[in-house]
Nanobody, 123 residues
Framework: QVQLVESGGGLVQAGGSLTLSCAAS????????MGWYRQPPGNQRDLVAT???????NYATSVKGRFTISRDNAKNTVYLRMNSLKPEDTAVYYCHANGTIYRASIFSSFASWGQGTQVTVSS
């Protein structure tokens, strides 16, 4: 299958910035969309931002103008630049990707999650 490894989380003061990275590896033939979701303590996992292979992006209303998603298709990596962070941005951030793998002469679809990285914003 496809493995997603996230990095870049941590503790930051309100108003600060962080950049998350997520690298995909495995028998990848094509990645269609990559994205970031977050899950605050005691809450459900929600969309933060997604980016399709053509570069089309989608953002949650709460992060528009503050967060920027980008991807390096050659490296199968997606980034999330987070500016003007607020305490309510505190959550575990998960990377997600879907697309096609090619293994043993067979194409098949995949959808994978990363293990999550903690982002904590102090007031």
């Amino acid at each position: 299958q496809v493995q997603l490894v996230e990095s870049g989380g941590g503790l930051v003061q309100a108003g600060g910035s962080l950049t998350l990275s997520c690298a995909a590896s495995g028998s990848i033939y094509r990645i269609n969309a990559m994205g970031w979701y977050r899950q605050p303590p005691g809450n459900q996992r929600d969309l933060v931002a997604t980016i399709r292979s053509g570069g089309i992006t989608n953002y949650a209303t709460s992060v528009k103008g503050r967060f920027t998603i980008s991807r390096d298709n050659a490296k199968n990596t997606v980034y999330l630049r987070m500016n003007s962070l607020k305490p309510e941005d505190t959550a575990v951030y998960y990377c997600h990707a879907n697309g096609t793998i090619y293994r043993a002469s067979i194409f098949s679809s995949f959808a994978s999650w990363g293990q999550g990285t903690q982002v904590t914003v102090s007031s």
